[in-house]
């Protein structure tokens, strides 16, 4: 199945030959949000072309539109990558070509929950576009910068950055910037009514630019604040637009965040029933994305693979046009030899050529030993992945009924108590003695999240795990190994904050303290770290 969707994808190469790497890489650009394969395959084959014409700065363009594709498809990894890959490739003049670079870097370092380096890569490319007056990369950058900010949760920096990109993309009449930016804006909290009336503004542009996906996250962003407002039908409305749109782009990340803000609607209207209902598809939605990524990302490791042959391809010719060079002038210096010479000069050549063959046939032979072991690696991974999901589906939905039949529970019990305050105030001494006692009963009585049986559940499977992770890093709080347990789990921090009713923010400073304990730099991996112990 993959080498027949490489042979596509390598046909559909080949007839974007024709075209100019401007049209190329203005491809790549327009369809990067709606289509980013094929944006990936117009950056791929100007690449190609920049590499054919060593033209550095065509590479570097192309390099950082395949990256930008490859992150929209959720493979930050390889995005950063290919990114500090184009980095070396740029022109040390091209100064806007590394601004946006630098700005697809952060962008990366964002979505990795890597702050702190996404800020540096920002600041760097907002002082150079401030140097250049290049408004449109200024605007870009600011528009990160607010990003990195709401995903760091310090959400009144990221309102202050996205005003000021917003500020610059209407100076320059930028309406797909404009649209980008309103977007994100009205992602958090706050002056609501004045956001959705932002949001239908750019639900008109992206309606008139035809941009589906846009317009799905619109209208998410538009239920997400009308139900910060208490509009709890109209938010409704709003994420079955957002549902419909998502689906016909098949944005599955987009469907997560849909129904997210779905059981935060059904849960402030009392409706316990469709809120889980919600809980479990964002789950199955989310098992899917995993599958999904994972295949991709095997996908986009044979495409790297095509890139860097590329290039050795183009190093062997260039040591090939050398080669030959010398070798023309060498015979051009001795053709004054005998026969005898030259009989015996092309009796080498043919032993020379007959031993290269042979080398270049074990070769072969050895790359087909790799791609069987790899393929059996591949296999026996896929396997362990299967194994593991089984094991996650039946603990999450364990977890997902556990937490809503607890809060409703401690709901239920509250209402209890708040009745029995109210007779305290009764002129009956018989009354109130009672009504404390039941009082003290209820108290003692109602369970807490942290001391059902499926957290000692929990606990107790990954006892082992845990006193591994104390010996090999003493001096770890409780709540660093039970934040350790559920990433080790595989589940992500908005899991975490449906299961714990922690906060977003809080877990991803928590998420920081543990890194910063178990000494990890920015670029590993603390899942497969806590795999590993």
């Known amino acids: 199945m993959l080498i027949s969707c490489l042979s596509g994808f390598l046909m559909a190469g080949l007839s974007l030959q024709a075209q100019s790497v401007d049209s190329l890489l203005e491809k790549a ?51 950063l990558g290919v990114y500090l890959n184009a980095l070396e490739y740029c022109p040390s003049d091209s100064l806007r070509i590394k601004a ?26 907002i002082k150079i576009c401030e140097d250049l007056q290049f408004p449109e990369g200024l605007a870009s950058a600011y528009n990160n910068y607010g990003l990195n900010h709401y995903y760091s949760g310090n959400y009144a920096a990221a309102d202050s950055c996205f005003n000021k990109a917003l500020e610059i993309a209407r100076e320059i009449n930028n309406e797909k910037y404009v649209a980008a930016v309103i977007n994100n ?18 639900i008109r542009i992206n309606t008139e630019l035809n941009v589906t996906w846009s317009l799905a996250e619109n209208y998410n962003n538009l239920g997400r604040q009308l139900y910060y407002i208490g509009r709890y039908d109209e938010a409704l409305i709003a994420l079955e637009k957002a549902e419909t749109y998502a689906g016909k782009v098949a944005a599955k990340d987009l469907a997560y ?15 316990y029933v469709m809120a889980y ?6 789950l199955e939605i989310n098992r899917s994305i995993q599958a999904e990524r994972s295949m991709r990302k095997i996908e986009n490791s044979f495409t790297h693979q095509k890139l860097m042959k590329l290039e050795q391809e183009y190093q062997m010719r260039q040591q090939e046009h050398l080669m030959a060079i010398r070798q023309r002038n060498y015979l051009l210096g001795f053709s004054g030899l005998t026969l005898c010479l030259v009989a015996l000069y092309a009796q080498q050549r043919f032993l020379r050529k007959k031993k290269e063959m042979e080398v270049l046939s074990q070769q072969m032979e050895l790359e087909q030993s790799r791609r069987r072991i790899m393929e059996l690696e591949l296999k026996k991974q896929e396997e362990a992945i299967t194994g593991v999901s089984n094991r996650l589906q039946e603990t999450e939905s364990k977890l997902a009924y556990a937490l809503m039949f607890v809060r409703y529970r401690n709901e239920l019990l509250e209402k209890i108590r708040e009745k029995i305050r109210d007779a305290y105030k009764s002129d009956n001494e018989a009354i109130p003695v009672k009504l404390k006692k039941i009082n003290m009963f209820i108290g003692q009585n109602q369970v807490a999240v942290a ?49 714990t009713g922690i906060s977003v923010k809080t877990l991803n400073m928590n998420r920081y303290r543990l890194r910063k304990h178990l000494g990890l730099r920015p670029e590993e991996d603390l899942v497969e770290l806590l795999k590993g112990v």
């Not at 072309?49 to 493979?75: I, N, R, T």
């Not at 209902?277 to 964002?282: E, F, I, S």
């Not at 992770?469 to 190994?481: D, F, I, N």
């Not at 934040?483 to 080790?488: E, G, H, I, K, T």
């Open 29 to 79: 650009y327009t369809l990067d949000m709606s289509a980013p394969g094929q944006a990936k395959q117009s950056a791929l084959v100007a690449y190609e072309m920049g590499q054919e014409s060593k033209d550095e700065a065509v590479c570097a363009k192309a390099l950082a539109s395949y990256a930008w594709a490859v992150m929209l498809e959720g493979d930050y990894e390889m995005s």
């Open 277 to 282: 209902a919600c809980v479990q598809k964002q």
């Open 100 to 125: 946006d670079i630098y700005n697809g870097v952060a962008w990366v370092y964002t979505r990795l929950d890597n702050f702190p380096d996404a800020a540096f890569y920002i600041r760097q490319s």
């Open 185 to 202: 804006l009205c992602m958090s909290p706050g002056e609501s009514h004045r956001k959705i009336s932002m949001l239908e503004e750019a």
């Open 451 to 499: 001391e059902d049986g499926l957290s000692k559940d929990i606990e107790a499977r990954n006892a082992a795990f845990c006193s591994r992770l104390e010996a090999r890093y003493p001096g770890m709080t409780s709540k660093g190994k039970e934040l350790a347990v559920f990433f080790r789990m595989g589940l992500s921090v908005r899991e975490i904050s449906i299961i």
């Open 257 to 271: 965040e849909n129904y997210a803000i779905r059981s935060k609607v059904h849960e402030a209207r009392k409706d």
